[in-house]
């Protein structure tokens, strides 16, 4: 049970992107929020129970999935995402203050953010030096004090934060680019069915015959079940071997879910149930009439009835 | 519930393939045994309580599924199927007493007879004509009364049914050929799951979509659901509308089958269950691991955690 | 080559279905048509030369595939379809002259013809008795000679062919009941390409390994190639064992069939073509732009220019 | 046409990994090596006529399919994967001369490295701070003149190309990783084809209908190709749109991995050909009857006989 006031784990410092998110959860305001230093930080706080809570980075519309997001959450099977955020992610050009864009030769930035910046500072800054950094604010507030860069990309609202002059806006390549967090606690019960929910799992294939992705993605055809995002990661133990990191659209609570949770479950029992939340985007899925629950009550009642040779079951 | 001495229909007389299925019951000496003229009148006297079973051809090896039974059990949905048996199928050429083979000008056989014996008699008796009868038996046992043929295609042990000489033995086209029939009653529980066992259904397509008859297959084969029989009828509504005839191995009270059954259902509402019983032939499927009971009651246990939030689910 | 007058053969005699259907086909009002007992016979004169082409019944639509008809093409694969005929199938009921329905107690009708009328005699005539004949028209035509039956099934027109008297009209089961013929000649090209093409095949399984089925209609799928027909017929030389008798939307001559006809090949090499020729519905397949004939030349000359580091391959 | 000696790009600068496989390829010493700073430059040096190959990290059995890597080859088409090589990875930890391990706190690494030996670094290091770097090599060379690290991750033979001490071997959390790199080219055939071979493609699905990726997965699996890697990489224009970068066994000129490219290419016309090329470790793929050339050979056969009438489609 969580606390009267609950503790957040989020990559920090205030002014991330991940602030950003936490900022979005209903009631929130109210706990503690706890600066980390990256992702597998965040977890373990929530694995002991230093937090309740913690709010992560899992997919990104330029990168695709976070790695290192995936890979923490296969490999720890009862933590459980109870809600997803989206962010826009747009960048600004901070320098120390005064300093000009023409004079900037060093620019500190986080990978991500580097690589989703790439077109404008070739363009821009064809001769600077890339300096990387653990965050992009982190990256603004010590540029002054470390000296080893005279810019950092950083988030819109980083005056707030850092005293940093923004000499330029919108730098991403990208201007439609979001990122989707998750917020993760550990175990409990899955957040109540609304309608407009999502459901991740991770499923590693049984074994290497050919044929097998094909058969696991059948067990969610044959319940009308429809991916929303599907994406490979390298076990690590071979070349060539993967699990897929799987968002479904449902809720385990929808009777098609359920029953294709279980269909996998048998097909692969290495299956890690990530958790069943309310999409951000509030979309309803169409569920088909042989998809609905009713469908599946009236076959369960169907079956009952053939097998206790009741005569409902003529 | 039967009573002691239960009745049995079966289409007669004395001596025709239905007759030596019937012979295969255990316990159906004891009973009265009710001869009938065609299919649709045993299944007449099950649905009216005027027998307790009937014994019927299904299918047999050179002609595929008997049409009119197929249809008859589509339409009666409270008839079950409780057993199967198996009849291997053997023809003579039988004779008025005295009748030497090479003065024999019309010959008297059922249609299906008929058409299994067809490259003897072009080879043997190439001018003869073809005399439509009822059964085979009943064809021999009339020729000497009423005149309308010198020769009649009979089962081999005619002899002890009719006055008659046998003038040619073996005349079928096919030494392997065989007929399989079904013991039905009306309504009641299937029979216990014996381990080797079969389940037989008919079942509509919802609608004409492309792709419709894929999408049911894949219902059996993502629960690992083997067919041993696929045949099509037409619905007689339409041109080009079908219903599918389906033996799967495998009983009812099979997670898989009962499964399957529950797929099939919400997919296609039109769905007869005709009946899960022993198979004759004693064959016992191989059922991989993720298809067998204890990964159907496992992935249930799996779930149930996971929805009340419990650690096993973890 | 068919000589200037061509030869039909087809279930006479004159007013049969049959005969019918033949009346449909452009231009053979001037060829010798003859008139033979059986679809065997009919084929037989074409592949010994008495005749340039046969009409044969094919499918209808209450009693499904007319397996005497399958089983005679699978087996003869020089033979090709040229053309498709659909004609309405209806029922009178034909008496001796002066002979009043309520007077009737024997009546004589092809078994299809007698299983078609079968709710209707059971009204009209509950006491009657069956007599099978070997086509309805003859029934009727000879049954003041051989006195075998009171009444006779017949086709509407029977009174141009016939010395009887109609007491009942429509008294078949379906009034939407049709029937579908081919013409067949032997070898030769198909017809040309009309845009509203079908053509038919035979295809045996592999194999009886699970699943077999699922990947034949796969290779149908996977080009975009419809079903209108598919239907099972036993191969004769053990239990369980089909060939499947399939319609296909499309023309050899469509690059999505003839590849269709190419995966076919290659996963059963036991495939019987049976001929493309024009729809007589005249329906014009919706074909979506992946499996259009420019779709195919496309990715044919996209292939070559990989395989030969053609620029255009980038 | 490459000139009597080719340039050969590569991450440098001398002793990296990708260094390591450019000593693997056949003939190669001959060339010139050209050292970058990344991918990018590499693949641009090819564009740009600037070296005739590239070697480039494409997939680790950690972290799998190198994301840079993946995008770049999506959005130059005319490039075209030769071979490909495989290095073991393995990682020691060099500090400057003098320096024992119990005195490290500040440790250099390429991100990718760091996060390949995190449980060693926690374990014997638990207080060190980490300083990303842009290669590993660089980072050991590059320690004494900046002062940034006191010690660097570097791959084992790090004292021929700098002036390092090695106080551990085998940091790396995994003994068995390796990293795959290909040889490119621009343009120009592919290498003739040995029966142990591979080929690389880059596919969009065509929309985001549901299904379409188990469709897609169809086109491979009717023409008996496997599937040695599947990767999904977001697009990148919106959240939940992604390509796909997939190995096949098998080469551009065996009949059923052009057959399946072909359908892919009509299934979706955004589709990369990366090329065709001798795998690493030589494997030879069973290839069953129906996917041989044979079969397509005579399919194709077959299909013409029957389109021209000929004899032999009988």
Not at 289 to 295: E, F, R
Request: charged letters at 20%; aromatic letters at 6%.
């Amino acid at each position: 049970m969580a606390p009267k006031e609950p503790r957040y784990s989020y990559l920090g410092p205030v002014g991330t992107f991940t602030w950003e998110a936490l900022g979005q959860v209903s009631g929130a305001e109210k706990g503690e929020w706890v600066s980390v230093n990256n992702v597998g930080e965040a977890l373990e706080n929530v694995l002991h129970d230093r937090s309740e809570y913690a709010m992560i980075a899992i997919e990104n519309s330029i990168e695709g999935g976070v790695s290192a997001t995936q890979d923490a959450l296969a490999l720890a099977p009862s933590l459980r995402i109870v809600g997803e955020y989206l962010v826009p992610v747009r960048f600004v050009l901070a320098t120390k203050p005064g300093t000009p864009l023409d004079s900037v030769t060093t620019v500190a930035a986080h990978a991500v953010a580097y690589a989703q910046c790439r077109t404008w500072l070739e363009k821009n800054l064809p001769r600077h030096s890339h300096v990387p950094a653990r965050s992009n604010v982190h990256a603004a507030q010590s540029m002054s004090d470390d000296g080893l860069a005279d810019a950092a990309i950083a988030p819109p609202g980083i005056t707030q934060h850092a005293d940093v002059t923004v000499v330029a806006e919108n730098i991403g390549d990208n201007p439609n680019a979001q990122t989707r967090f998750v917020l993760v606690q550990k175990g409990g019960l899955p957040p109540e069915r609304t309608g407009a929910d999502k459901t991740s799992i991770i499923a590693e294939l049984p074994d290497d015959a050919p044929g097998r992705l094909l058969e696991m993605l059948e067990q969610f055809a044959t319940r009308g079940v429809n991916m929303s995002l599907l994406e490979s990661r390298p076990i690590g133990d071979a070349m060539g071997r993967y699990r897929f990191v799987i968002d479904l659209d449902g809720h385990i609570d929808d009777e098609r879910v359920a029953d294709a949770l279980m269909g996998l479950r048998r097909f692969s029992p290495k299956l890690v149930f990530l958790g069943s939340y309310p999409r951000a985007n509030g979309h309803r899925p169409d569920v088909a009439k042989p998809y609905s629950d009713d469908a599946f009550v009236d076959a369960r009642a169907w079956l009952e009835a053939l097998r206790t040779g009741s005569p409902e079951g003529a």
